[in-house]
């Protein structure tokens, strides 16, 4: 089966030492024991990832320079991308607390440099995604008719990273204010499950990636949700190297999905909102959903997972 991961960081030396010495993520790497992780170089990398069946990856930047002192590693994301063009799509990060100068450099990223999309991360910037300093940014990327991934579900070792700044309620916001844009929502909304599949249901540009909690408590929801409602909403996603591809590959291997929805899921999704499927035209957004038999939109109800 052929595979599209959207979220993908190539253990390259210099993104591992990167990582586990951050503001940000350096007590998470403690505990999930990070600094075992192979570093490897680049065409090493890519050569693997070819093996696993993986035909495309995008590559996301982060930029919480404001509040966290930390500079962005958007240089490595443009580095990898013109290294494998054919295969590394690069989506650049965004700190929304610069202003007028992130709307600029979203302009710069897209039309000078290739970039496909955007990457924000409110917990990161700590303030909702629908707070008005994002606002600017959602309405130049509606003009460039780019995706913005919304990295949702902070570690819980996060510095000053509080749940509020995640919940999907917000995203929904996000989405009703600006219907033209293409929203993945990262770390599929964890903890908040039932509102973050509901929010894909009810908003056709919304869609998410499950990375890292495909196994956590009450996930269980989700494969049910993709089951029936939002097979055409969730995007594979490894996040690549918190959890390394190969083993994320594996754990969808082994999820009960239909066979066409985890084709969607591995495959297709990820073409539509980047716009590769065949004759598609500009428009990223999903099918219309329906419920399943017996159940008539919009009272569908969401029977939590058990436990």
Avoid at 59 to 85: H, I, M, Q, W
Avoid at 152 to 173: E, F, G, K, L, S
């Amino acid at each position: 089966m052929k595979i599209i991961d959207f979220r993908f960081r190539p253990n390259t030396p210099e993104i591992i030492n990167g990582i586990k010495n951050s503001a940000m993520f350096k007590a998470a790497c403690e505990v999930i024991g990070f600094e075992k992780r192979k570093s490897q170089p680049l065409p090493e990398i890519m050569a693997d990832m070819e093996k696993r069946g993986v035909e495309l990856a995008v590559v996301t930047g982060r930029d919480c320079e404001v509040t966290y002192g930390f500079p962005s590693n958007n240089n490595s994301v443009l580095e990898f991308v013109k290294a494998y063009p054919k295969q590394l799509v690069g989506f650049w990060g965004i700190d929304p607390h610069k202003g007028m100068k992130a709307v600029h450099e979203i302009v710069h990223a897209v039309n000078e440099l290739g970039m496909r999309g955007i990457a924000t991360d409110p917990y990161l910037a700590h303030i909702q995604p629908h707070e008005a300093r994002y606002y600017p940014l959602y309405t130049k990327c509606c003009e460039l008719n780019i995706p913005v991934f919304i990295t949702t579900a902070p570690p819980p070792q996060v510095p000053r990273a509080v749940m509020d700044y995640i919940d999907p309620r917000h995203v929904d916001i996000v989405a009703r204010d600006f219907p033209e844009l293409t929203i993945i929502m990262s770390h599929g909304g964890y903890p908040f499950v039932n509102e973050a599949i509901f929010a894909c249901m009810r908003n056709a540009n919304v869609y998410m990636d499950l990375s890292e909690y495909e196994l956590a408590p009450r996930a269980d929801a989700y494969v049910q949700a993709l089951n029936t409602v939002i097979g055409d909403t969730v995007v594979f996603a490894s996040a690549h190297p918190f959890v390394e591809q190969e083993e994320a590959i594996r754990i969808y291997s082994k999820l009960n999905l239909k066979e066409d929805v985890r084709r969607k899921v591995m495959y297709d999704n990820a073409r539509r909102i980047l716009g590769l499927m065949p004759g598609q035209s500009k428009e990223t957004t999903k099918p219309v959903i329906t419920a399943p038999q017996g159940f008539p939109l919009p009272y569908l109800p969401f029977i939590p997972a058990t436990r």
